[in-house]
Structure formats: structure tokens, C-alpha cells
């Protein structure tokens, strides 16, 4: 994998629907900066590390907000792992932050018309020092289906620097169909060989993640996590 650029933040095309859609259009993604308001994401927050804190994932007291993870790593497929997930899952705060004002403000203006919140949310719990199941490259139109004018919203509940394995984007791979997969490690279990887009010139792009920064990606765009 090549050098990852920086994502373009598009907070400045916040008002502007046509510009919007535009930039989408061009790269397959959108990045804002604080999009979502601090204490949201801190309820949320906090809300999933007592879940894991709860099933002796995370340290509790006065450093359960920093998310401190005792033992593991801890993974889909391990025994008591599907219990700490069935609580996220089963959160309605977890679901409700879906409907966020900030994100249903911006997709009503990328989609042109009011936006439908697909009930798909997913509450990944990545461990750190288990990077051969990092995210592999996908498609979301592979596990989503429906309408191909889906988006998926990517939002850390945290501040989440490269180094704690954040999302890259292959820009501009949106437009060229879906890509052929093979079973892989990690969220998923299918992989893009992107070695071939990468040649033809396509790259990555990423960034530090501040708390309320989101990403917003079209359903053929390739994406992956970045090692934690
Ligand atoms: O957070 C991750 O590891 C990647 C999530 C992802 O790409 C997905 O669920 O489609």
C-alpha cells in the first residue's frame, strides 16, 4: 500500500447541495470535520464502554472513558464475544445516534430528498495487536445490497489517529462496478485485491479522526481499516 493522502474535509460544502453531491460524485466519499456534536458521541461512548467494561473487556472507575481493554483481543467467533455485541446491538441509544440532526441534515442534502436511515448499524470493537483481522478491502454493496445510492456513515466514538487503525478510502473506486472478492481475514470475511487500482493510479486516503469527525462513502466505494 502506497502513501495515504489526507481525506478532503467538504465542511464547506455544507450548505450547498449541488457542490455536495458533486464532490461525492468525484470521489466517493465525504469527510467532515466536528460534524457531530461532542456530547453525543461521549453518551454513546460511554454507553458502549460499560458494556465492555460489564464483561471485563475494559477498566471501569475513572478511566472507563478512555477505554483501557484488559485481556484479549477479543473477536467475532470467540466464545463471549457474540453477548458483548448483542448489547450494543440492542442499545437504542446505539440505533437513535443513526438519526443523528447533523447526519440527516447533510444526507438530505447529498441525496436531494429526505433520507431513509437503513437499520444496518454495525458497533465494530476492534482490539489493538490483532491486525491480521483488520478490516479487508470491500465493497458495502456486497453485504448491503438494495439501492447502490446507499451510504455508509463511518464515526469513531472517540478521537481515533491513523495509528489506532481509522478508515482509508481507495478515491474514485466507486465508479468502476463492483470488484471481484476472495475470502480474507477480518469484519466481513471478503477481500478486493486493490493492487491493480493502485497501478492504474488510484490511492488512498485517510486521516486523523478528531471526536465528531465523520466519513460518509457510496456502497461501491473500496474501503478498509488501518491497522490498530
Ligand atoms: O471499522 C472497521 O474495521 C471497518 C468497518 C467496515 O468497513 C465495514 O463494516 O464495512
Same mark, same amino acid.
Given at each position: 500500500? !502506497?502513501? #495515504?493522502e489526507p481525506f478532503t474535509v467538504s465542511n +464547506?460544502? @455544507?450548505?450547498?447541495?449541488?457542490?455536495?453531491? &458533486?464532490?461525492? +460524485?468525484?470521489d466517493g466519499y465525504l469527510f467532515f470535520r466536528g460534524l457531530i456534536d461532542t456530547e453525543s458521541i461521549i453518551n454513546l461512548r460511554r454507553d458502549f464502554l460499560e458494556i465492555c467494561h460489564r464483561h471485563g473487556w475494559a477498566q471501569g472507575g475513572d478511566v472507563l472513558m478512555e477505554g483501557i481493554r484488559i485481556g484479549g483481543p477479543f473477536m467475532e467467533g470467540d466464545a463471549g464475544y457474540w453477548p458483548v455485541l448483542d448489547e450494543?446491538?440492542?442499545? +437504542?441509544?446505539?440505533? *437513535?445516534?443513526?438519526?443523528?440532526?447533523? #447526519?440527516? +441534515?447533510?444526507?438530505?442534502? @447529498?441525496? !436531494? &430528498?429526505? *433520507?431513509?436511515?437503513?437499520?444496518?448499524n454495525i458497533g465494530r470493537i476492534m482490539f489493538p495487536e490483532n491486525t491480521k483481522y483488520t478490516t479487508p478491502a470491500h465493497q458495502d454493496y456486497i453485504h448491503i445490497r438494495g439501492t447502490e445510492n446507499t451510504? *455508509? %456513515?463511518? #464515526?469513531?466514538?472517540? %478521537?481515533?489517529?491513523?495509528?489506532?487503525? !481509522? @478508515? *482509508?478510502? @481507495?478515491?474514485?473506486s466507486h465508479r468502476f462496478g463492483i470488484f471481484p472478492v476472495q475470502p480474507a481475514f477480518g469484519a466481513g470475511g471478503l477481500g478486493i485485491d486493490t493492487e491493480p487500482l493502485e497501478s492504474d493510479g488510484l490511492y488512498w486516503a485517510s486521516g486523523d479522526f478528531e471526536i465528531g469527525d465523520a466519513l460518509f462513502f457510496h456502497s461501491h466505494t473500496v474501503h478498509k481499516a488501518l491497522p490498530n
Open positions: 500500500m !502506497g502513501k #495515504i +464547506e460544502l @455544507l450548505d450547498d447541495s449541488k457542490k455536495l453531491r &458533486e464532490r461525492a +460524485e468525484q450494543f446491538q440492542s442499545l +437504542e441509544s446505539f440505533h *437513535t445516534f443513526a438519526h443523528h440532526p447533523s #447526519i440527516l +441534515e447533510m444526507c438530505d442534502k @447529498l441525496f !436531494g &430528498e429526505t *433520507t431513509l436511515v437503513h437499520p444496518r451510504y *455508509t %456513515a463511518w #464515526i469513531p466514538l472517540g %478521537a481515533c489517529p491513523q495509528h489506532l487503525g !481509522g @478508515l *482509508t478510502v @481507495l478515491v474514485g
